[in-house]
Nanobody
């Protein structure tokens, strides 16, 4: 499985961005997908995830502002980010739970086996 994240950039406080994650491999629809982020000097943290059937879960810090969706036919996962804040500045990674094939996205890094290369999001104040 290979993941390719894109869509990052520089945006002003209150702005929006949409990140995309393209996946390779078969049976994409079977897998739980997630987004994580890592700010300089901080640990990688869970942003949100989406189940095979489209059920989503989010970190409290982004709930109500970020939305995850997936298009199984295109093997894509998206992260729509609205009302961005400077504290959202980080490298954003998409990840897939391939080995354990859990039914729901969890917030722990260990659940995910393959990771994209990351895309930088910078929110200016």
């Amino acid at each position: 499985v290979q993941l390719q994240a894109s869509g990052g950039g520089l945006v002003q406080d209150g702005g929006s961005l949409r990140l995309s994650c393209a996946a390779s491999g078969q049976m994409f629809s079977r897998y739980v997908m997630a987004w994580f982020r890592q700010a300089p000097g901080k640990e990688r943290e869970f942003v949100g995830g989406i189940s095979r059937g489209g059920t989503t879960t989010y970190a409290d810090s982004v709930k109500g502002r970020f939305t995850i969706s997936r298009d199984n036919d295109k093997k894509m996962v998206y992260l729509q980010m609205n009302s961005l804040k400077p504290e959202d500045t980080a490298v954003y990674y998409c990840a897939v739970d391939w080995a354990t094939q859990s039914t729901m996205p969890g917030s722990t890094i260990d659940q995910y086996d393959y990771w994209g290369q990351g895309t930088q999001v910078t929110v200016s104040s």
